[in-house]
């Protein structure tokens, strides 16, 4: 059996050198839905309850992630935000909401990061983590396939 919570973030990106209007720096209302496949206990009539599977999913991606800026780290833009984040007074760039990434912040690669942070915890040992779904768009969508 197959069940799955979606939750909606917004975050901002862009692809450097990228010939086309993704080189801009823009946002997205970006929908993920997060797969859980097993067998459904007999007693509770569930995989496992999907109160669990949001708290987790909201836990894991929406908390951290949610109105965050996704920058490669040698994109000239972070480059810039970091080295004035004096004139910010924050702590930290993640409280500015700037997220840096080792990767092109496209949504096969944010699909990827989602997944692997959502394998590395997953706390449910009667089902397992199944596709990851990221709608960049309401037509562009990458699928992480475990
Ligand atoms: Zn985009």
């Not at 692809?15 to 007693?43: D, F, I, Q, W």
């Not at 910010?88 to 997944?115: C, D, R």
Request: glycine share 4%; with cysteine; net charge negative.
């Amino acid at each position: 059996m197959i069940i799955s919570h979606t939750i909606h973030l917004e975050m901002a990106h862009r692809l450097m050198n990228y010939p086309g209007k993704c080189a801009r720096l823009h946002g997205h209302r970006y929908e993920l839905t997060v797969e859980a496949h097993g067998p459904v206990n007999p007693s509770s009539g569930f995989v496992i309850d999907i109160a669990d599977l949001k708290a987790y999913v909201r836990a894991t991606i929406d908390t951290p992630f949610d109105h965050m800026t996704l920058l490669e780290n040698i994109d000239p833009i972070a480059r810039c935000l970091e080295a004035n984040r004096e004139e910010f007074k924050v702590p930290s760039m993640l409280q500015l909401g700037l997220f840096t990434t080792a990767w092109p912040p496209s949504v096969e690669n944010i699909a990827i990061f989602f997944a692997n942070r959502l394998e590395q915890g997953w706390p449910f040992p009667t089902c397992t983590l199944g596709r990851v779904i990221l709608h960049e768009t309401r037509d562009n969508v990458a699928v992480w396939v475990p």
